[in-house]
Structures are given as structure tokens and as C-alpha cells.
């Protein structure tokens, strides 16, 4: 008797010592896979103007792009040190979650559903609501007027919840068709096989880039949801979750501290705001807590700028999209985002 509860005693011993090691270990993996390999892989979005989609001169751009870039500035110092891999709902969070991706900087809404899966949202990086397109001679003017309508949108999406609810709330009919991708969905539009496109108001945007006739299609002034959208990382990685939310953290805190690409520099020479000191790791050891050199932020500053730059190069007044930030301005100008502090 005394032997068997030995043997029992040193089996869930070993069992005990195999768990914490592999789920102890496994909370930093990604941060020193990524430290020893040597480049950041990114999920991203596969065509999505403004966000990520290939220039004239074959290299993929965006607003998400720029993220990876921020991210790989923080943890190796070098922006450069990327890999993108484009992916849809239906292989993003399978990729990450099986560890063949780092992170998704995609344009995926953070709900319950997928946050209590196996995924982890580090934060809200842009806020989007969920519009219609029409073309302008449907006579379409207002969602009511989609009463019957045959609607696309892309499959598993929220779009597709948020649709099938809202009508029924609101007592419309209608057919919805999905399709695989936004993308797809929208060629679908296009192509007349549907009245109505759904997706995100800013996603609808930017694939308006791509009508050849835009100001013959309206995007409906009303908003059936909000869609906080951010970038995710699988579950059980906290130090990797940290790092990267505290490097976007860093791009919102740099913007409201007024420290740019252009003049980061200076700051961290002679800036007298102790914020902007801790920002730049003048003072303080705030890199060590992350893991991270202790001028993370300042490489990531000095390698995409702060958070506002960043939107406006990609889809600020300037650009192609022309769009305002609304509620992606800062929260002391009328937005909503902010960083927690910095100390």
C-alpha cells in the first residue's frame, strides 16, 4: 500500500512539475521565439485599401501594416523585421491559435464569444461601426428602405449577426447571402448579385476604392453597431500580450504627449515632461518590466511615428479615403482612445 501511494505521489508530482513548466514557460514563448528568430509574423488583412494592400511598387502598406512594423521597432529595434501573411476570418484565428502566426493585426471585432475562445484582444485600435453601401439609383435613402432586400456580407463575421438581428428587431425581411471574405462579398455587390453590402463603415470605405464608378454607390448614414476592432494574440502568452500592448499603448501616449517621428529626437534629448522622459526611457527601467530594451518606445516613435500619423498617412483628409477620425480622435478631442499611463 505504502509503495502504490508512493508511486502515485511522485506520478502526479511529475505531472504537476510537466504542467507549470510547460504553461509557465509557454506565457513568455512567443516573445523569446520572436526575440531568437528574429522578425515578427503578422496575420493581415489580404486586400484592404488604407489598411493593407499592395502599392505600385509591390510592397504591402497600411494601417495595420504599420502596426506589425511598430511592434517588430519595439521588440528587436528594427521595423523592417517582418513577415506578412494575409489571412480571412476562417484561417486568421485558427493560425494563431496553432502558433503558425505571431499576432493579427487584423480588422477582426472583439466580441465574447471569440475573447473567451482562444484568443486574446490586447486592445481597441480603431472603432468602426457596421454601414450599408446601395447604389445611388435604388432609391435606397435609409435602412428602412432595404425592407426585402437581398443583402451581402462576409460569412462568421458580426456583420452577419448584427444584420440578421436588426431586421428582425426592426420587423424588415430580407435574404442575406454570404460569401467567404469581405472581398468576396463586395465583388458580389458589385456584380449586382445583391442589393445591399454590410461590413464595417470604414471597411466599406476603403473597398470603395475600388468601384469604378464610386459616385454612383452611397454608404448609408446610419450605424447598427459598434465595433471596437484591435489586434489579438493567442491566450496563455501574457508577456507576449503585454509587450504588444504597451507598444501600442506607446503610439496613443506619444500623440497626446506631442512627440512625433520628426522631433522624437529633441524630446529625448531635452524634454523636461517627466511622461515624455519615462516614454523614451530616460528615466525609469519600464522596458525591463516588458522585456524589452529600455528604448522600446522610442524605436517605435522613431520608426512609424505616433498613433495620429499613423492614420492620417494611411487614411486621414489626405488620402485616397479621406476619412475624419471621429471616434479614433484621442479621448481630450472628442474620441475615445487613450493609453492607461505609462509609469
Known amino acids: 500500500m505504502k509503495k502504490d501511494l508512493k508511486a502515485n ?14 504553461s509557465g514557460s509557454g506565457l513568455a514563448d512567443v516573445l523569446d521565439d520572436v526575440k531568437s528568430r528574429g522578425f515578427v509574423h503578422c496575420g493581415v488583412p489580404p486586400g484592404f485599401p488604407g489598411f493593407s494592400s499592395v502599392n505600385n511598387e509591390g510592397v504591402r502598406v497600411g494601417f495595420d501594416i504599420d502596426h506589425c512594423r511598430a511592434i517588430a521597432a519595439g521588440v528587436l529595434g528594427d521595423p523592417t523585421k517582418i513577415k506578412l501573411t494575409p489571412v480571412g476570418l476562417r484561417d486568421g484565428f485558427p493560425s494563431l491559435r496553432a502558433g503558425s502566426l505571431d499576432v493579427l493585426t487584423h480588422r477582426f471585432t472583439w466580441t465574447l464569444r471569440r475573447d473567451a475562445g482562444s484568443v486574446d484582444w490586447v486592445r481597441v485600435m480603431t472603432y468602426d461601426g457596421q454601414g450599408f453601401i446601395v447604389r445611388k439609383d435604388s432609391g435606397v435613402k435609409k435602412l428602412a428602405d432595404l425592407d426585402g432586400a437581398t443583402i451581402c456580407t462576409s460569412q462568421g463575421s458580426t456583420m ?154 494611411h487614411l486621414g483628409p489626405n488620402t485616397r479615403l479621406k476619412l475624419d477620425r471621429g471616434l479614433n480622435a484621442l479621448w481630450n478631442n472628442g474620441g475615445l482612445l487613450m493609453s492607461p499611463p505609462i509609469r
Not at 512627440?259 to 523614451?280: G, I, Y
Not at 525609469?284 to 516613435?301: E, F, P, Q, R
Open 9 to 22: 505521489l511522485i506520478m502526479v508530482l511529475c505531472f504537476t512539475f510537466i504542467f507549470f513548466s510547460f
Open 160 to 313: 452577419e449577426i448584427n444584420t440578421t438581428d436588426y431586421f428582425r428587431k426592426n420587423n424588415l425581411k430580407l435574404e442575406l447571402i454570404t460569401y467567404k471574405s469581405v472581398p468576396e462579398a463586395f465583388s458580389a455587390y458589385i456584380a449586382k448579385r445583391c442589393d445591399a453590402m454590410t461590413a464595417g463603415a470604414l471597411g466599406l470605405v476603403a473597398n470603395s476604392q475600388k468601384l469604378a464608378d464610386p459616385e454612383n454607390h452611397i454608404i448609408l448614414p446610419e450605424r447598427i453597431s459598434m465595433e471596437p476592432i484591435g489586434p489579438l494574440v493567442a491566450q496563455g502568452q501574457s508577456a507576449w500580450g503585454d509587450a504588444v500592448r504597451w507598444i501600442l499603448n506607446a503610439l496613443i501616449a506619444a500623440e497626446e504627449l506631442g512627440v512625433t517621428q520628426a522631433n522624437v529626437d529633441e524630446q529625448r534629448k531635452s524634454s523636461n515632461n517627466p511622461q515624455v522622459k519615462r516614454l523614451l526611457g530616460v528615466t525609469g527601467d519600464l522596458g525591463k518590466t516588458l522585456g524589452l530594451s529600455n528604448d522600446w518606445a522610442y524605436n517605435v516613435i522613431k520608426a512609424v511615428g505616433n498613433y495620429g500619423e499613423i492614420f492620417d498617412r
